[in-house]
Nanobody
Framework: QVQLVESGGGLVQAGGSLRLSCAAS????????MAWFRQAPGKERERVAA????????YYADSVKGRFAISRDNAKNTVFLQMNSLKPEDTAVYFC???????????????????WGQGTQVTVSS
């Protein structure tokens, strides 16, 4: 079965950086567009970044453009989220998610993603 396992979360001061990783198994990784979502307490889950199967196309929420970068290594079945200039409002649980095989990557709604990791906490202190 498909498994997505996130790592790299933690506590960081405002202005700092973190790099999240998501290791995938149980699927032909290069066939699947990937994304990162986040969910803060009391808020809806939102997609922050997405990446096409080859990595040639990326998509970002306006709130993170210019600060976050999504990438993938298909040889290692891993997707990354580099987060720079972090703000307290970036505090959330971050989830890795996969679209269905060969589907278009630019779908912002979480219902379009059948596979999810367990999440990793990111806390940004002011």
């Amino acid at each position: 079965q498909v498994q997505l396992v996130e790592s790299g979360g933690g506590l960081v001061q405002a202005g700092g950086s973190l790099r999240l990783s998501c290791a995938a198994s149980g699927l032909t990784f290069s066939d699947y567009p990937m994304a990162w979502f986040r969910q803060a307490p009391g808020k809806e889950r939102e997609r922050v970044a997405a990446i096409s199967r080859s990595g040639g196309n990326t998509y970002y929420a306006d709130s993170v453009k210019g600060r976050f970068a999504i990438s993938r290594d298909n040889a290692k079945n891993t997707v990354f989220l580099q987060m720079n200039s972090l703000k307290p409002e970036d505090t959330a649980v971050y989830f890795c998610a996969s679209r269905g095989r060969f589907l278009r990557p630019d779908v912002p709604d979480s219902s379009g993603y059948p596979y999810w990791g367990q999440g990793t906490q990111v806390t940004v202190s002011s």
